[in-house]
């Protein structure tokens, strides 16, 4: 038998060793608390490509005037003329407020006051007539020397003092008469009326309960002229400004429902999302409100850059349709991250992205339920 080294056995004994504690520090980093292990994705490539349709954008139909109807005075709801839904003409009462017995009587002694100072006035009308008369009798008497001077300053001076009194009359008077005024404004406020003609979208009041001064009651929203608010990318905005022409669809498919007329646009673009806003008003259209969505089609100028990607790409049960937004996920390195896409069409399995993804962005594929941004991601393919 032939004898083996002894430094064989050495080195045969130290590796084995070696192999059994690398085996057994991979167990423990494995089994650290913490560490995540990385799920296992699909992805694929997010490449130009080019459309010449119409870009669809989210919006919703709006108006220009919303009133907030609230309390004037602290009371007690006695009266509701109108529920939501309803549609309201300018000046229409819609509610009434209890609480005002003591306006009320104010407003009763403030008429009495009014009524005894016009009888005064009346009287010390006719007193300064009458002293006036005898004023001047006394300066004819004083002229031919039947009367003596003091007796027609004694006529002056009652006169004047008729004139004064009567003056102190109408100013209060006219301070009564202020009174009645201010206690039947406080008085009106119990009553309250629609600030202008539209429909009452929220009514806030209940009958009976108690409100105070400045709460809310009702928000009446005007049913015309309607307008749309809406967001577009700045690399397809094309053309499209003042005065520019916009068709308008349902969400539900392209069927053309209304134009609007561009108005106005927004002078600085939105950061965030790199859009402008543009507001544009209706132009015609039948069976719109306020609220409804729409989608606004956006002539491009030319070919637009668009990305396509397969529906695949999208979290199970996403609602992917065209004109909203929706979310996928790309892997950057070995972690995942969220994307917000707008979606502008959807062709079989393929959708149309305008915005949210950049060329070589790598999409994940089927994207597991618990996938989330920030997890660890390793590309299978």
Not at 92 to 114: F, H, M, N, P, T
Not at 223 to 236: C, G, K, N, S, Y
């Amino acid at each position: 038998m032939r004898a083996v080294p002894l430094t064989g056995i050495t080195l045969l004994a130290l590796g084995v060793f070696a192999a059994c504690t690398g085996t057994e520090a991979l167990r423990k980093e494995s089994s650290a608390p913490g560490t995540k292990t990385p799920i296992a994705v699909q992805v694929v490539e997010a490449k130009l490509s080019e459309s010449t349709g119409d870009l669809l954008v989210p919006a919703a139909l709006s108006v220009e005037v919303t009133a907030m109807v609230l309390a004037q005075r602290d009371g007690t709801v006695s009266q509701l003329g109108s529920q939501e839904g309803s549609r309201v003409t300018k000046g229409q009462v819609i509610a009434q407020l209890s609480g005002d017995d003591e306006l009320r009587a104010q407003l009763r002694q403030a008429e009495l006051e009014v009524s005894r100072l016009e009888v005064e006035q009346r009287e010390y009308g006719a007193l300064a007539k009458v002293n006036h008369n005898e004023l001047e009798r006394e300066q004819i008497l004083f002229k031919q020397g039947f009367t003596p001077e003091r007796d027609v300053e004694r006529a002056q001076f009652k006169y004047e003092a008729a004139v004064l009194e009567l003056e102190k009359t109408r100013v209060a008077g006219q301070a009564a008469q202020a009174k009645v005024s201010e206690v039947k404004a406080q008085l009106a406020r119990s009553t309250v009326r629609a600030p202008i003609t539209g429909i009452v979208t929220h009514r806030f009041a209940k009958l009976g309960t108690s409100v105070i001064k400045n709460e809310k009651l009702f928000e009446i929203t005007q049913l015309a002229p309607l307008e749309v608010r809406f967001q577009v990318p700045q690399t397809d905005k094309g053309g499209l400004g003042p005065g520019s022409i916009v068709n308008l669809s349902p969400v539900e498919n392209d069927q053309i429902i209304a134009r609007a007329r561009v108005r106005r646009v927004d002078p600085l673009a939105e950061a965030a999302s790199n859009t402008i806003g543009f507001l544009a008003d209706l132009m015609s259209g039948t069976g719109l409100m306020p609220g409804m969505a729409v989608n606004v089609h956006v002539p491009r100028r030319g070919a637009g850059l668009t990305m396509w990607i397969p529906q695949t790409a999208f979290p199970a049960g996403a609602d992917v349709r065209k004109g909203a937004a929706s979310t996928v996920f790309v892997a950057a390195g070995d972690k995942c991250l969220a994307r917000t896409v707008w979606v502008n069409s959807v062709t079989g399995d393929r959708v149309e992205i305008i915005s949210g993804l950049a060329v070589g962005d790598r999409v994940i594929l089927s994207p597991p339920k618990e996938l989330k941004a920030g997890d660890l991601v390793v590309v299978k393919n």
